[in-house]
């Protein structure tokens, strides 16, 4: 597989016209596989649901007219076999579909004995193992050839992003699966189209395998995800822009680790900032209740607990009780 592998295209089909202008601005600037949802998940009611099988025949304009690959996404059993019999080329599974194993299933029967590839989203929430059981019962029901997609996870504080990504998955499915290629969605991580290109940097800067990003002839004008779409022309120059480094040379592997480290710095720093936001949250209770803020107890049974806990993942415990006796005083200061 040619790294990165790129797809794009809008988040929905939702013209004639807007999926043929699209597609042919991206095919040429070297797109060759086009994304168009029909049937749209949305998380509330009253949003655009989609065209449905009514723009099959836009993409398969896509295919004859362009050349060009097409790939929707797929929920239902119904959604798999209109999707089949039009000839699309690549399906993919969205992330709230990902998270219904009973959807899966009758997902995995219906594709089963069709050679088609599927992208498989990471479930929304942050649970590997759905992530995996859903490609398993694809891979039960004769499907090879697989993708993941990390498109990040929604959490309660959103900030930065509109889903966080969360590295440490994907890195971990890398581990257990080392052949399984890795895609990532930027747009659904960043939500913003600004946050595209750096998000697509990381990805390739991780070790991932390709991209899916979602470009719109008219971005602001889009009937969903209208701020995460970028023109054709913003793809193009982002694409340029992207730093691929290939090899395995030790400065390269030395890169990679390098990145690693940082999506882990980068997770043990929103673990501390939710840490102090408690330990707020638990001084403003003791204040309501008259009790004081150090609970000499409390504070030996946690350094203990994590020492030994520590200690069982081959860490020193004099560095986990330094650790600790540091998170600890910022936590008094924080309820002050
Ligand atoms: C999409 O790719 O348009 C989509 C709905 O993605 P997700 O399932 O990741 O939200
Ligand atoms: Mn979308």
Redesign the pocket.
């Known amino acids: 597989m040619a790294r990165p592998l790129l797809i794009a295209g809008p ?2 089909a939702e013209t004639e016209a807007q999926v043929m202008t699209t597609a042919r601005a991206l095919r040429g600037e070297g797109i060759t596989l086009f ?1 168009a ?1 029909l049937w ?2 949305r998380t509330r009611p009253g949003s655009f649901e989609g065209v449905g099988e009514v723009g099959l025949p836009w993409l398969q304009r896509v295919q004859h007219e362009l050349g060009m690959k097409v790939a929707t ?1 797929v929920a239902t059993a119904a959604h798999v076999e209109a999707a089949l019999s039009a000839g699309i080329d690549l399906l ?1 599974i ?4 990902v998270a219904n194993p009973f959807a899966m299933q009758d997902i995995a029967e219906a594709l089963s004995g069709h050679d088609v590839p599927v992208l498989v ?1 990471n479930p929304v929430s942050p649970d590997i193992n759905l992530w995996i059981g859903a490609m398993q019962r694809l891979y039960a029901a004769g499907i090879r050839r697989m993708a993941a ?1 990390h ?1 990040g996870i929604p959490t309660y504080e959103q900030q930065t992003y509109r ?1 966080t990504p969360l590295w440490q998955l994907p890195i971990e499915l890398r581990r257990r699966f080392p052949t399984l290629p890795i895609l990532v ?1 930027p ?2 991580i960043g939500g913003k189209r600004e946050l595209v290109a750096p998000l697509a940097q990381r990805a390739l800067d991780l070790g991932f395998d390709g991209l ?1 990003i ?1 470009s719109h002839c008219c971005p602001e004008k889009a009937w ?2 209208a701020a995460q779409q970028v023109t054709p022309q913003e793809l193009a120059t982002i694409v340029k822009g992207l730093r691929l480094r290939q090899g395995t040379s030790e400065s390269e592997d030395l890169r990679l680790m390098r990145s690693e480290i940082d999506a882990c710095d980068e997770a043990l720093l929103s673990t501390l900032a939710r840490r102090m936001q408690i330990s707020r949250e638990i001084g403003a209770y003791k204040h309501a209740h008259g009790i004081s803020i150090v609970q000499q107890e409390r504070y030996n049974t946690i350094v203990e607990r994590c020492c030994a806990a520590g200690e069982a993942q081959g860490l020193d415990a004099a560095f986990v009780r330094r650790i600790f006796e540091t998170i600890h005083e910022e936590s008094v200061n924080q309820q002050e």
């Open positions: 988040c929905s994304r949802g749209k998940p996404e993919w969205g992330a709230r579909t989203k997609v498109r889903n969605d747009s659904h899916i979602e969903s995800d």
